[in-house]
């Protein structure tokens, strides 16, 4: 087969793949987000997507919170005011819910839409998305918030199909349609895409059978013969299994050699938990934490500690004195994890703006004013994981953004 031939095959079988296909798709962390209705496109458009999926679970968040968060620590007003939005978005958590949900098979009749995704959106749902955005973002209504989350579930980009359907639980009856887009969410190779999806999926089916098989028991280890190093990098959930946080990896080696943190746990048995998304799985992760660090004769920890891995050292600082906490893009859920002053010295936050799991996981994107000893430094926008790409350290600064004093010694 001739090169020619061979490519026309390609683009053939390309062309051939149903909607919704798993492909990779590269989501840059930004530097500055789109104005949310310059976001409306009827392909993928990997920045603008990113303004789409936040604004849509930023609605999530605001119709149907976690008890606890305020909604100006889950979306601070800086950030809705960088992407073209006003504090009058606050108002739809008074919006009356009483009226739910609706028939989802209705919506699509009344703005004439087809159940499965499209390849790319016909200009008029293009032009109704703009328009019921802007009529959201001016005077929030539940009807325009249902069409918006109907339209954008039939998307060519997963990420807003993914980011539209915890909308579709809360407003329909398309429940078991919007849990089974998020199922196929969970088997993208995309990181970000199943990493979002497996939040929210457990967010709002916890048993479901799909999460079963991402997380597994982990015993805490012990390796007493290393000498007692205190710094230890703390995984969050569903990363049980990967290895950007061991020893022999780029980030690891990057705390190490270049932001110069000496004291690294570098043995063979670094602490890990089952990174299960639920209260009962991070404080049986605090227990095995505070039973690690006797076994490994650790009188005191310093903590690089990722999303809810944060959490879980704030529910063990009850037991077990801390020195520094460098927390990453950790979820605020100040009414159940909030450490004691006397129990650390010093608390550097790492984040995002509108991180989009931290959304999806319904948590607050910036620690309470009144806590003490905390520093928070944002990094860019939408992207969980960037807060430990080597990388966007660099780019920001943060090595000589973090103290050299206040850890354990």
């Not at 305020?70 to 009356?96: C, F, H, S, W």
């Not at 895409?193 to 280890?221: C, H, I, M, N, V």
């Not at 906490?325 to 002053?341: C, E, G, Q």
Request: with cysteine; proline share 6%; net charge negative.
């Amino acid at each position: 087969m001739t090169r020619i031939k061979l490519l026309v095959y390609l683009i053939g079988l390309l062309s051939a793949l149903p909607a919704g296909a798993q492909y990779y798709t590269n989501y840059p962390t930004l530097d500055n987000p789109s104005h949310y209705l310059e976001s409306y496109h009827g392909d993928i458009r990997v920045r603008e997507d990113q303004t789409q999926a936040a604004f849509l679970l930023v609605l999530l968040n605001l119709l149907s919170p976690i008890e606890g968060i305020r909604q100006d620590d889950m979306v601070p007003p800086g950030d809705l005011k960088a992407i073209g939005l006003t504090e009058r978005l606050y108002g739809v958590a008074e919006l009356n819910k009483d009226i739910l949900p609706r028939a989802l098979t209705a919506i699509r009749d009344e703005i004439d839409i087809q159940q499965e995704v499209y390849r790319i959106l016909p200009d008029r749902l293009i032009d109704m998305q703009r328009s019921i955005a802007s009529k959201i973002g001016e005077q929030p209504n539940l009807e325009d918030i249902t069409k918006l989350a109907a339209i954008s579930f039939v998307h060519p980009d997963p990420l807003i199909r993914i980011a539209s359907a915890p909308l579709l639980i809360v407003l329909t009856d398309g429940e078991q349609e919007a849990l089974e887009e998020l199922r196929r969410g969970t088997q993208l190779k995309d990181q970000r895409l199943s990493l979002l999806a497996t939040t929210l999926l457990a967010r709002f089916k916890a048993k479901d059978s799909a999460l079963e098989k991402l997380t597994e028991e982990q015993k805490p280890g012990s390796d007493p013969t290393e000498n007692p190093h205190s710094t230890l990098v703390i995984h969050g959930t569903w990363a049980n299994d990967e290895n950007w946080w061991r020893n022999g990896y780029p980030f690891f080696e990057y705390l190490e050699h270049e932001v110069q943190i000496d004291d690294l746990y570098i043995g063979n048995k670094p602490f890990a938990w089952t990174g299960t998304w639920s209260h009962d799985a991070r404080k049986q992760a605090a227990t095995e934490l505070a039973t690690w660090a006797t076994k490994n004769n650790k009188a005191c920890l310093n903590i690089v500690a990722h999303s809810h891995g944060a959490n879980i050292g704030f529910i063990a600082s009850s037991g077990i004195p801390f020195g520094r906490m460098i927390l990453l893009s950790t979820p605020a859920h100040p009414h159940r994890y909030s450490p004691k002053p006397e129990n650390y010295q010093s608390i550097f936050s790492l984040r995002v703006h509108l991180d989009l799991v931290v959304l999806a996981d319904g948590g607050g994107n910036r620690f309470p004013a009144n806590w003490s000893g905390v520093e928070e430094k944002y990094i860019g926008w939408f992207n969980h994981s960037s807060t430990h790409y080597e990388s966007r350290w660099e780019k920001n600064n943060v090595p000589s953004w973090l103290a050299t004093d206040k850890t354990c010694q």
